[in-house]
């Protein structure tokens, strides 16, 4: 059974910085493409950041130069470290993975499985 379990959100003034992680239970960690999700409210569910097998990463725009995902496969631990935050940053943030050596997918709902959130709060 997969669990993904995030931490490390909380309220920020604008302009500091937060370190989210994820640990997950799953086997093959290292095969698996993984992660960053947020979503604020009234609006949809966004891709902030993703991880291949290899290393390669990915952002959206509205985080480029600012967050750095991360992952430690001898931890089974992904991260989000976010530097220069914003209110627009405010949002409930989710990691997410895919079965083993599959792709990062473009549409995040195609993401096998999801951790529960948590929250952060960027006050201006």
């Known amino acids: 059974q997969v669990q993904l379990v995030e931490s490390g959100g909380g309220s920020v003034q604008a302009g500091g910085s937060l370190r989210l992680s994820c640990a997950a239970s799953v086997d093959n960690f290292s095969r698996r493409c993984l992660g960053w999700f947020r979503q604020a409210p009234g609006k949809e569910r966004e891709g902030v950041a993703t991880?291949?097998?290899?290393?390669?990463?990915t952002y959206a725009d509205s985080v480029k130069g600012r967050f750095t995902i991360s992952r430690d496969n001898a931890k089974n631990t992904l991260y989000l470290q976010m530097d220069s935050l914003k209110p627009d940053d405010t949002a409930m943030y989710y990691c997410?993975?895919?079965?083993?050596?599959?792709?990062?997918?473009?549409?995040?709902?195609?993401?096998?499985?999801w951790g529960q959130g948590t929250q952060v709060t960027v006050s201006s």
């Open positions: 991880i291949q097998r290899d290393g390669s990463t």
């Open positions: 997410a993975a895919m079965y083993p050596y599959m792709a990062c997918p473009r549409d995040y709902n195609r993401y096998n499985f």
